[in-house]
């Protein structure tokens, strides 16, 4: 059935539309709900429930949260923890070497901060967005953009029960529009709209290209000998090389639970490495493995982070619409944080928003937004950090970090050495032939420190209706077979944290198997392939992780 002959979708007209609870769309929700009460706000997520698809380490630095909801502290909230001491290592294969406190920028100093769980903070933003009157709909994806007179004029919710073959089945029923004079996109890293978006206004133009890492997360309870409530500490270098970008993080937290997890660059270029199993030798440092002897693993899940930071940030603002939060890469790398710039960038988003409905304006294109956000605390706080990314790009680990360090400092003093450095290729151009490196032996799980991928979904509780068309489009299967298998020997079966690409041999051919209900919508395919021949479409909505409290 062709498009034209499908029932009409129902339409719902709202001030704002949001797209994402995570602490971006859900701040911006309530900073619009505080400035207009009056003005009606939407807020649409892909996951079962607010927090389902949230995965985040997480210290957050509460900057944000103190200007949406200044009485928090006195709230019963999920943040809980407060960071009492902060380590940093270069790991070698067996050595740990502390670097001093004294030695690191001040930015990068964690006082102040709170250690939590990402996705309990968005459950407690929706039940305040909730109590102001925003409107959440959980489990409903934002699957296609509705333009009027070539601005954004809101979004449609995806069509439900459509099988695999494209077939309607007996519970079809189309999706809702959501029409909003303004809609804000709070995707996060590669949104699906986002990305449409960007290519379709020319957006990131005269920009340097979005950088990226793959941050794999588990969560531990561990034994209470062990636990150091608000220690947090962060590794470089073992396992990766030295041209390989990424670290660690190991974040103590309320009830003897320990969130460990491990970020790597998505600029790598051996095809043979596998992030998954970067994380799992991780654990294995005599520096780490002690904490989890005796422990218990609760959840494993994986997602992307922007990591392109001043120089990549998009123009945020469109006829009609905004970008905002990693969405729009806020992410600033060296501190591994972006909450607070997600939180910062949806309030000052809907200052413009509330601001321009209540001069009666609408789908038009929230200009003062754009120009404010350099100069707003989020610019001050990704300005110092420019260069950090590029410098360990270039000069690797080593050099790329007391480079990195040292212009931080200069930045910190009000100048720095370097400019402001390009980051050059996008990721997936990095990767490099399968022929100029060799495969990566790693070692078998033990199944109580390390594991393997199809154990770890499990724990990400992880769940799609299996007969729908599978959300993982690849553009040109031949050019998959030619080039991501023959020239790249199959990267995606080992950048993928949830095991769903595979090549098998059938009949002596290699054939690509896409395992779409295994997905955590990482949205690293996207990213990493080669030749950009994948593209992540949100398949129906609930489906994906259910994070409890990651
Ligand atoms: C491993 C890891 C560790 C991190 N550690 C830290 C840390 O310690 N401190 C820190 O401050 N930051 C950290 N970050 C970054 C932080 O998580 C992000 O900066 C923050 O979550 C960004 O918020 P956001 O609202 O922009 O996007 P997200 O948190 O990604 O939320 C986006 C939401 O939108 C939903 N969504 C996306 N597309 C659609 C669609 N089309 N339709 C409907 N819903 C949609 C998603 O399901 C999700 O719920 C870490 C990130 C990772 C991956
Ligand atoms: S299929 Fe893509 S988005 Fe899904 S888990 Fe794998 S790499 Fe991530």
Known sequence: MNTSELPAREAMEFDTVVVGAGPAGLTAAIRLKQLAPDKSVVVVEKGSEVGAHILSGAVIDPIGLDRLIPEWRGEDTPIKTAVSADRFYMLGASAALPLPAALMPPLLSNHGNFIVSLGEVCRYLSRKAEVLGVEIYPGFAAAELLFENGAVAGIATGDMGIAKDGHHKPGFARGMELRGKYTLFAEGARGSLSKILVERFGLARE??????????KELWQVDPAKHRTGLVQHTFGWPLDNRTGGGSFIYHFD???????FVVHLNYRNPYLSPFEEFQRFKTHPLVRDTFEGGKRLCYGARAISEGGWQSVPKVAFPGGALIGCGAGFLN?????????AMMSGLLAAEHVAAALGQGRGNDEIADYDAAWRASPIGRDLWRVRNAKPLWSKFGTLAGIALGGLDMWTNTLGFSLFGTLKHGKPDYAALEPAAKHRPIAYAKPDGKLTFDRLSSVYLSNTNHEEDQPVHLVVRDLAVQKSSEHDVYAGPSARYCPAGVYEWVEEAG??????????????????????????????????????????
């Open 207 to 216: 920009r340097e290209p979005q950088k990226y890492g793959i941050g794999l």
């Open 255 to 261: 009830d003897n639970l320990v969130a460990v997890g």
């Open 333 to 341: 790398v060296p501190r591994i944080k972006g909450t607070h710039n």
């Open 509 to 550: 051919k290699p054939r690509y198997v896409i395992n779409a209900q295994n997905c955590v919508h990482c949205k690293t395919c996207d990213i990493k392939d080669p030749n950009q021949n994948i593209n992540w479409v949100p398949p129906e909505g609930g489906g994906g992780p259910n994070y409890p409290n990651m």
